[in-house]
């Protein structure tokens, strides 16, 4: 089925959509009649029983028993219908099956990172099978703030929170690539936290889940830091295009003179990058907060040592 989306909603791409959509348009369709028919009934009565001549007086009205049973019978039909509904789409989207294919989601700000059973790892991009239930398990980076997965055109949405894990399921039944936003406001980099969903069919997930895992120790010490740049979500905050963002972008940021916060300048040379990295609050650029950028110390020496180079790899002419 490929359904384009329409003026309320995206396009469908997930198995309860579908479910999620008719409760939608339920909801909206007889909100719309609902609307209409009071504000037509409204005007009517308005006019047939505005006061024609100042000496009008109105006549005793009776109440109708039956007008007013279908008045709470009604409602109340309506109500229990969408409740019974919402109910079930609720508890279908909360019960991940149990063969799901499942995969480790963390947040940060401002970034998302996914671990695969075989240990592969993709930063802002998750790659899943088609037709397939695929269940992540989400948590937000230690000492993090609340995040949360949204996926419109799935349908699903779920709270991120630290220290602890909740779970989000769906099962996609078209391929293609898909919006991954972060719904809950987390902070000045919050719109920015978007990433890709690439849905696969099941022979070209597995071909790619296979090639990805990765051989760190076979690694350059800049193809390492460009690693550690993604899965420490460094990317959230600082560009290596040049762009500025919540934090200095990295492109040739090695050797520039910075002007400190305290008055003094320094280069920014090995030393620098390597003390910012681990104590980021030690020499704050003038223009740029200090306390957002969390310490690195607990990365080891090589991870910090390939940081420093894959920083200076980006050096501009
Ligand atoms: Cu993370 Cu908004």
Redesign the pocket.
Known sequence: MNDSGSFWLPEAASTVAAEIDGLFYFVYWASAIIFVGVVAAMVYFAYKYRRRDPNDRPELVEESRLLEISWIVIPTILVLLVFTWGFQAYITLGTAPPNAYEIQGE?Y??GWSFVYPNGAETTDELNVPADRPVKINLSSREGD?I??FFVPQFRVKQDVLPNRYSAVWFEANQTGTFELF??????T???A?IGDVNVMPQDEFDEWVDGAVLDEDAMSLAELGELQFQRNGCQGCHSIDGSDGVGPTMQGLHGRDRDLQDGRTVEADENYLRQMIVEPTSQVVEGYRAGIMPSFAHLDERQVTALVEYIKSLDDE
């Open positions: 947040a700000s401002y703030v995040h949360s972060c719904t809950e406001y987390c902070g980099g919050h719109s936290m």
